[in-house]
C-alpha cells in the first residue's frame, strides 16, 4: 500500500512530462488543468506562426510589436511566459490598458512549419525577443546585428520589470505594471466633472488619424471637386485643430500637396522612391491607435471613432473667428459628404447642412449648429437603438449637455420639452470644447515632444486667426469648387491664400 501511491504519482507525472515535451501548444489544456496554474487566465499574446506571421504584423495598428520566439518544450520559456503575459495584458485584448502601441507575440519554434519562420530571423536561443515596427517584420530577415535594422534584439527582458522598463525606454513612456484601465464609467456617473473632457484631446488625435487613413486605404480623392474638399478640410485643421502635432501634419500635407496629388489625382503607391500621401502622417508618426479614452464604448462596436469625429467638430466650431464661421461650415459639410463610410449617416448629415440657405456670418451661430446637429443626430439614433437594441448599454444617447453638467442652459425644468438658453449654450461650449479640452495639454504637456517649452503649450490655448498658404493649384481648385457657397466665404478663403504661413509650430 505504501508504494501503491508513488507508482500511480510516477505514472501521472510521466504523463505531464510526455504531454508538456511532445503535445502542441493548442492542446495542452490537459497540462493546465492538472497543474491548476493561471487556469481562468486567458493570453494575451498573440500566438503567430508561419501563416499568418506576415498578415497580422502587417495589417495590426499598433506602432511597435514584440515577437517572442520561443519553444513549448523549453521550461525556461514556460517560467518566462508569466512574465511576457503580464506586460501584454497591459498593451492587447479587448481590455487592454493602453492599447493600440506595442503588439505582444509569439511564435513557437519547436512546431516544425515554423522552422523556416524562425530560420528567417536567426533564432539562436530560446526565449529570445524582437522588437520592431510591425511592417519590418514582414516578409524579411531581423538582421538584428545591423546598425541601420529597425529590427533589434531584447536583450534585457527576462522578466516583466525588465521588458516593461525596455519598452518604456523605446518609446518614451512610462507605463506601469499596476497601470489601471481608463473607466469610462466615472465619465457617466460624474458627469458633472468638466476634467473628464480633457481626456478627449487624446480622442481627436485619433479620430483625425483615422478619418486620414480611412481617406488612403479607399483612396477616395478622384476627382478636382474631392480633392478640393480635402485641402479645404485639412486646411481648416492647420489652423484651428486643438492638437499641435495635428495642426503641423495637416500644414505638411497642405505645403507638399500639389507634388503629392497633381491637378487633385492623388498617388496611392509609391513608386521610384517617390512621396505619396501616406507618406505624410496627418498627426505625426507617434498617434496611439486603439487608445480612445473619453469616447471609449463599453463594447468594441460604440463610440470610439464617431464619438472622437463629433469631439473635433465641436472644437474647431469654437476655435473659428466670426469671418470663417462658413468656410468652416462648408468645410466640415463637404468632408462628410465625400469622406465619410458610412452611407445613411453621410445622406442624413448632408440634408442637414443643405437645409442651412443662409451663410453663417457670426462664428457662433456655426457653434450653435454643430451643436443642435449633434443632438439631432442622438435623437434619430435614440429611437434606432431602441428599437434594434444596438446602443452601447452603459453610454445610451443623450440630449446635449445634460442638466447636471449646465443647468442654467436650460430655460424650463420640463423633460419632455426642452426650452434651450442659447446664450448659456454657447457659453458652456465655447468653454467646455475649447480651455477645457486643452486644460490637460496645458497642465502636462501630454501631446508635445519633451523638446518642447511649456510656453509652446500654452499658445495652444489661443485661438490660431492665420489660416495657412496653400500651393497655387490647391489654392485655385478650392476657389472653384467651393465659390457657389456664397460670395462672403469664397472672398474670405481668397483671401487667406495670400498671407504668409504660420510658423507657430517651429
Known amino acids: 500500500m505504501s508504494l501503491a501511491h508513488p507508482v500511480l504519482f510516477a505514472g501521472l507525472l510521466s504523463l505531464v512530462i510526455l504531454a508538456s515535451s511532445s503535445s502542441p501548444p493548442g492542446s495542452r489544456s490537459l497540462l493546465r488543468e492538472i497543474s491548476g496554474d493561471n487556469a481562468d487566465e486567458k493570453d494575451r499574446a498573440v500566438e503567430l506562426n508561419s501563416s499568418n506571421f506576415d498578415s497580422v504584423l502587417r495589417d495590426t495598428p499598433a506602432k511597435y510589436a514584440v515577437v517572442e520566439f520561443f519553444a513549448h518544450w523549453c521550461p525556461a520559456c514556460r517560467n518566462y511566459k508569466p512574465h511576457y503575459e503580464k506586460v501584454a495584458r497591459l498593451f492587447n ?19 516544425k512549419t515554423n522552422t523556416k519562420l524562425c530560420d528567417r530571423f536567426s533564432v ?132 507638399n500637396y500639389d507634388d503629392l496629388c497633381p491637378s487633385g489625382k492623388c498617388s496611392y503607391e509609391s513608386s521610384g522612391g517617390k512621396d505619396t500621401l501616406g507618406s505624410f502622417p496627418i498627426c505625426g508618426k507617434d498617434v496611439p491607435r486603439g487608445y480612445y479614452m473619453f469616447c471609449r464604448g463599453s463594447r468594441n462596436d460604440t463610440r470610439g471613432f464617431s464619438c472622437g469625429l463629433w469631439v473635433l467638430f465641436h472644437s474647431l466650431s469654437v476655435r473659428i473667428e466670426d469671418g470663417e464661421s462658413h468656410f468652416a461650415f462648408t468645410s466640415i459639410c463637404d468632408f462628410v459628404n465625400n469622406f465619410f463610410m458610412c452611407d445613411e449617416c453621410r445622406l442624413h448629415f448632408n440634408d442637414m447642412c443643405l437645409s442651412v440657405k443662409t451663410p453663417f456670418k457670426k462664428a457662433r451661430d456655426f457653434v450653435l449648429w454643430v451643436w443642435s446637429t449633434h443632438n439631432k443626430v442622438n435623437e434619430r439614433l435614440m429611437k434606432d437603438e431602441a428599437s434594434l437594441g444596438t446602443g452601447d448599454p452603459e453610454f445610451p444617447k443623450i440630449i446635449w449637455p445634460p442638466r447636471e453638467l449646465c443647468p442654467s442652459c436650460y430655460l424650463s425644468s420640463e423633460e419632455k420639452s426642452i426650452e434651450w438658453d442659447e446664450d448659456n449654450v454657447y457659453k458652456f461650449l465655447k468653454n467646455y470644447y475649447g480651455p477645457k479640452l486643452v486644460s490637460l495639454y496645458k497642465e502636462k504637456s501630454v501631446i508635445e515632444s519633451k523638446e518642447e517649452t511649456i510656453s509652446a503649450a500654452t499658445e495652444d490655448s489661443t485661438v490660431a486667426t492665420n489660416a495657412l498658404v496653400v500651393p497655387v493649384g490647391a489654392a485655385l481648385a478650392i476657389a472653384v469648387a467651393s465659390c457657389a457657397f456664397g460670395a462672403l466665404a469664397c472672398y474670405w478663403r481668397t483671401q487667406q491664400k495670400n498671407r504668409k504661413p504660420r510658423r507657430s509650430w517651429n
Open 93 to 111: 485584448g479587448p481590455e487592454a490598458i493602453h492599447p493600440g502601441i506595442v503588439l505582444m507575440t509569439r511564435v513557437d519554434c519547436a512546431m
Open 124 to 255: 539562436s536561443h530560446y526565449p529570445m525577443l524582437f522588437w520592431g515596427p510591425p511592417s519590418k517584420f514582414v516578409s524579411g530577415s531581423g538582421e538584428p546585428k545591423k546598425e541601420k535594422s529597425e529590427i533589434v534584439v531584447m536583450d534585457d527582458a527576462r522578466t516583466a520589470e525588465r521588458l516593461l522598463s525596455w519598452i518604456n525606454k523605446q518609446t518614451q513612456s512610462s507605463y506601469g505594471l499596476d497601470d489601471k484601465k481608463f473607466e469610462n464609467e466615472h465619465v457617466r456617473t460624474n458627469i458633472t466633472d468638466y476634467k473628464q473632457i480633457s481626456q478627449a484631446v487624446y480622442d481627436i488625435e485619433e479620430a483625425t488619424a483615422e478619418a486620414f487613413d480611412i481617406i488612403l486605404s479607399n483612396k477616395v480623392i478622384k476627382s478636382s471637386e474631392t480633392s478640393a474638399s480635402f485641402i479645404r478640410f485639412i486646411q481648416l485643421l492647420a489652423a484651428h485643430h486643438a492638437s499641435k502635432r495635428c495642426r503641423k501634419g495637416a500644414a505638411d500635407i497642405l505645403v
